[in-house]
């Protein structure tokens, strides 16, 4: 069974940095398109970040430059680095596992139960 654990979320101020974990099981990580994947209450799902099993990054415009995905084959791990986080970046953010999708979009197989990024300004 596909299993995606995040963590890492929390109130930071605007400005700020975090760095989100995603820790994986069920699949095989190594061969596996990632994402993450972000939704603010009210508002529809947005896509964030993706990366290739050969490393590959690809970012939204809105966090391009601020953030950066990547990923430990060895443990099994996906992360992303939030830097100078805005009001605008809080939602909750969802790991997902996205074999055989698009390199950029939402779209995917499997998303974790989340972790909240809040950023006060």
């Known amino acids: 069974e596909v299993q995606l654990v995040e963590s890492g979320g929390g109130l930071v101020q605007s400005g700020g940095s975090l760095t989100l974990s995603c820790a994986t099981s069920?699949?095989?990580?190594?061969?596996?398109?990632m994402k993450w994947v972000r939704q603010a209450p009210g508002r529809r799902l947005e896509w964030v970040s993706s990366?290739?099993?050969?490393?590959?990054?690809y970012y939204a415009d809105s966090v391009k430059g601020r953030f950066t995905i990547s990923r430990d084959n060895a443990n099994d791990t996906l992360y992303l680095q939030l830097n100078t986080l805005k009001s605008e970046d809080t939602a909750m953010y969802y790991c997902?596992?996205?074999?055989?999708?698009?390199?950029?979009?939402?779209?995917?197989?499997?998303r974790g139960q989340g972790t909240q990024v809040t950023v006060s300004s």
């Open positions: 990366i290739d099993r050969d490393g590959t990054t």
């Open positions: 069920g699949f095989t990580f190594g061969y596996s398109r």
């Open positions: 997902a596992y996205a074999p055989g999708a698009s390199n950029i979009g939402y779209s995917y197989t499997k």
